[in-house]
């Protein structure tokens, strides 16, 4: 499991140890509803996934909605980033940017982007990190201040 599990930072901020050490046992599974039926059927105590996958699984069963309590939600993070080479010719690039930023506007397109799991393509902002950024900062903070409490 990745040190930046999906629980830690909860965790620390409630002055717990990382998930790591904090749960007895910790899957890793492939779909939303692999996670999420488990909590439903008291299988599990918890179980962290996606924003879009829980309401996804919320408008599949009313009920996961009426049994489940979300205890925490992340900031928005960077789904995926799609890089082109600078050395590529400018008139594929614009052509390849202009495609992929109107992707929604088409039943084809829209197809794309639910097959990827994305909502939208746009060009790229180093702004868009910014949550990354601060999560992984407020990891080392509330980890160094854990270990400072030792």
Not at 34 to 56: G, Y
Not at 66 to 78: D, F, R
Not at 81 to 97: S, T, W
Not at 101 to 113: P, V, Y
Request: net charge positive; aromatic share 8%; hydrophobic share 45%.
């Amino acid at each position: 499991m990745s040190p930046l599990c999906g629980w830690t930072p909860y965790l620390l901020r409630q002055g717990l140890p990382e998930c790591e050490k904090f749960f007895a046992t910790i899957k890793s599974v492939n779909r939303a509803s692999q996670a999420l039926l488990p909590v439903f059927f008291q299988q599990v105590d918890a179980a962290v996934v996606e924003r879009h996958a829980f309401k996804t699984m919320v408008e599949l069963n009313p009920q996961l909605n009426e049994q489940l309590t979300v205890l925490a939600y992340s900031s928005p993070l960077v789904h995926s980033i799609a890089c082109l080479n600078r050395n590529a010719d400018e008139q594929v690039k614009k052509a390849i940017i202009d495609t992929a930023s109107k992707l929604g506007e088409s039943t084809n397109g829209r197809q794309i982007l639910i097959l990827f799991q994305l909502d939208r393509v746009v060009p790229f902002k180093p702004s868009h990190f910014e949550a990354l950024v601060a999560l992984v900062k407020e990891h080392h903070d509330l980890k160094t201040r854990l270990a400072n409490r030792r």
